[in-house]
């Protein structure tokens, strides 16, 4: 079994500044790959970035860069100069080896003031 | 591309009415999906699918059956409703191969409550 924890339930920003979201992940699957999604006010989930676990470099999407440290099991969601639009709730997701399903964590509400 | 399109988008229901959530995506996925979302509990997964005629149960699936007879279609049944089941609910879609880096794409989701 897979779990995700997401232990910000908000979070305030300043427009410009950088945000990193946490997430902590627990599996025993040897290999697995971490998601990101956004859902802003208007209700879509957006895909944002994808982590395998056996990748060497971290993700990067624009300004969306994943600070990944396997050994203490999380993938952190890094946003760069941070705009009035990525106000949302961000979700992190997990996917085993040998599973399709995501499972995901319970959100983190991002607002950026400006 | 249409993508995972979901029909309602809102739904009102009396305690003990059934009703089916239609789901369908033109991307040819053969993985398909339903989560409900509750505040403060992120996304749960009802039910799956890995293909025509495949289905099997996620996290929550009790109260809610699945088929699925083409690839596009993945309707969500709810058979009996009950005020637990107010929630806003998710199709997703994606390529099927286990443990890839496909994303999963979502519909717009449909809002349902039961009174």
């Known amino acids: 079994a897979q779990k995700i924890t997401q232990t910000q339930p908000g979070m305030f920003v300043q427009e410009k500044e950088a945000v990193t979201l946490d997430c902590t992940y627990d599996t025993s699957d040897p290999s697995y790959g971490l998601f990101w999604y956004k859902q802003p006010s208007s209700g879509e989930m957006i895909f944002l970035i994808y982590?395998?676990?056996?990748?060497?470099q971290n993700a990067t999407e624009g300004r969306y860069s994943l600070n990944f440290q396997k050994a203490r099991k999380s993938a952190n969601l890094v946003i760069s100069a941070s705009q009035l639009g990525d106000s949302a709730m961000y979700f992190c997701?997990?996917?085993?080896?040998?599973?399709?399903?995501?499972?995901f964590g319970a959100g983190t509400t991002v607002t950026v003031r400006a | 591309n249409a993508g995972v399109t979901q029909t309602p988008k809102f739904q009102v229901l009396k305690t003990g009415q059934s009703m089916t959530l239609q789901c369908a995506q033109d991307?040819?996925?053969?993985?398909m999906s339903w989560y409900r979302q509750d505040p403060g509990m992120g996304l749960r997964l009802i039910h799956y699918?890995?293909?025509?005629?495949?289905?099997d149960q996620g996290e929550v699936p009790n109260g809610y059956n699945v088929s699925r007879s083409t690839t596009e279609d993945f309707p969500l049944r709810l058979l009996s409703a009950a005020p637990s089941q107010t929630s806003v609910y998710f199709c997703?879609?994606?390529?099927?191969?286990?443990?890839?880096?496909?994303?999963?794409?979502f519909g717009p989701g449909t809002r349902l409550t039961v009174t």
């Open positions: 991307m040819n996925h053969e993985y």
């Open positions: 997703a879609s994606s390529y099927s191969r286990a443990g890839s880096s496909y994303e999963q794409y």
């Open positions: 699918s890995v293909g025509a005629g495949i289905t």
């Open positions: 997701a997990m996917r085993g080896t040998n599973d399709y399903k995501l499972s």
């Open positions: 982590q395998g676990s056996y990748d060497q």
